[in-house]
């Protein structure tokens, strides 16, 4: 099987779309798929890329029709992200809890969390010491010089 046999085929028989179809998902014109379809024609590497980017089908497959067809994908699991970081039972519970919610909550959620962390960047930059004087006031300076032949670390 060529490359172009492959394309066709995978398009066709596996995804079970029309060029047309095919082509929109790939933001091309349903011309240059049915020219990339025909035996000999040549693939671009862009459109060799798009095909394996947006479906996520091995380019040595398409390449050369090397198993598999499909990349390996890049699973990401939250229990062994959350074993790896640290966090406690309570956290994955309060994380897997979020997941659960509709997009529009999760969506308030996050506007909530915002506005709190923009009120308390704020809170921070008015409890700022605004002159000298008051820095030295709210942290005053360290006046202890070390002993004659110690170092401090």
Known sequence: MTINERIKYFRKEYLNLTQTA?????????????????NGATVTDQTLTSIC?????????ILYGEEPMFSPSDNFNLGDYAN??????????ILKIYFEFEPEKRQAALS??????????????LASPATSAEME??????NEV?????QSH
């Open 53 to 61: 980017s947006i479906f996520k089908v091995s380019r040595n497959w």
């Open 22 to 38: 095919f082509a929109e998902k790939l933001g091309m014109k349903q011309t240059s798929i049915s020219s990339v379809e025909k």
């Open 112 to 125: 909530y969390f915002l506005d709190r962390l923009k009120e308390d960047a704020v809170s921070a930059v």
């Open 84 to 93: 790896q970081h640290g966090m406690s039972d309570l956290e994955l519970k």
């Open 137 to 142: 006031k709210q942290f005053p300076p360290v």
């Open 146 to 150: 070390p002993a004659k032949g110690t």
